[in-house]
């Protein structure tokens, strides 16, 4: 299946086993502040996530890249404030993830959660452009 995408959004590309969220395609907007969409096949908005109404994360700056949870959880990486969003779908909750590392994360691009092993993949662009990796991930909960 190709996924088409207007100007100024990202279809989720990594992980090509989670790119589908209950059939339905993933979208993320790069506009300021960002925004998460779930697309149906006729490329009507079903849902979208920004700003939660139930916890104060901030908005989204930027959400670069997707990974879905098997509990049809979104993870963000939201590259320009420098951090990884959890979204509950059921709640519409958006909480930061506490991922330890040194330097903190500088700029996230890439997702990919592979919960058969428990690892959390994060593709940094900025500070030392490296991929780092989280043991432990068996459910992804902020």
Not at 28 to 38: L, R
């Amino acid at each position: 299946m190709r996924i088409s995408c207007e100007r100024d959004y990202v279809c989720s590309q990594v992980c090509p086993a989670r790119r589908m969220l209950s059939s339905c395609p993933l979208v993320s907007q790069w506009k300021s502040p960002g925004v998460v969409s779930v697309v149906g096949v006729d490329r009507q908005v079903i849902h979208s996530y920004g700003q939660s109404q139930t916890s104060y994360v901030g908005p989204m700056n930027h959400p670069s890249s997707l990974a879905v949870t098997k509990n049809d959880d979104i993870l963000v990486a939201d590259q320009y404030n420098n951090r990884i969003l959890s979204i509950n779908r059921s709640t519409g909750c958006v909480q930061e993830l506490a991922l330890s590392v040194d330097d903190g994360i500088q700029q996230p691009v890439g997702l990919c959660l592979d919960e058969s092993r428990g690892r959390l993949y994060v593709g940094e662009r900025g500070g030392q452009h490296r991929v780092l990796v989280f043991d432990g991930v068996s459910s992804v909960t902020p």
